[in-house]
């Protein structure tokens, strides 16, 4: 197993060597790339392993600014947490369905994606904003339905002692 050093001082890993060939092939590393082996304390570049230069060989050259490794914005944690936002104000139509839910089903996708993918997926305070704002919307809808229902309960019961 490897650890990777990327172009934002951060550290990757651990990955499998067929993972850092296929991100070689991928163009992510290249033959300057920091790496240490799991447990040594000392980064070298790539073509320093003798194990990828056949791969280092193959994939051509790398152009310039290419980094590393590059993280991303889950897109769901963001969609996420859009559909919490519009949950809230969408409580005053509809209880915020089907946002609220929405939003939920998104955060989760999300959070599962981030937990699998650490190394290359960002966005797990979205997710979790969004399942909060999302869950907050169903608990008001659930609140305002149980309100509602009593509310014409004891209008009722009430019209039966005025007869």
Known sequence: MYKILGSDQKEYGPVTPDQLRQWIIERR???????????????LPLAQFPEFSATLAGA?????????LTTRTNPMA?????????????FFCCYGFPFNILGIVFSFIALGQIKKNPAT???????????????????????????????????????GFNK
Not at 29 to 43: I, K, M, P
Not at 60 to 68: L, R, T
Not at 78 to 90: F, H, N, S, Y
């Open 60 to 68: 051509g050259p790398v152009a310039p600014g290419v980094a590393p």
């Open 78 to 90: 963001i969609t996420g947490l859009v559909m919490g936002i519009l949950a809230l104000p969408g």
């Open 121 to 159: 997926e960002q966005g797990k305070g979205l997710a979790i904003a969004g399942m909060i704002l999302s869950f907050l919307s169903l608990a008001m809808a659930l609140i305002a339905v149980l309100f509602l229902g009593f509310a014409l309960g004891l209008g009722s019961i009430m019209q």
């Open 29 to 43: 590393l290249h033959a300057q790339s920091l790496v240490r082996l799991d447990g040594s304390a000392n980064w």
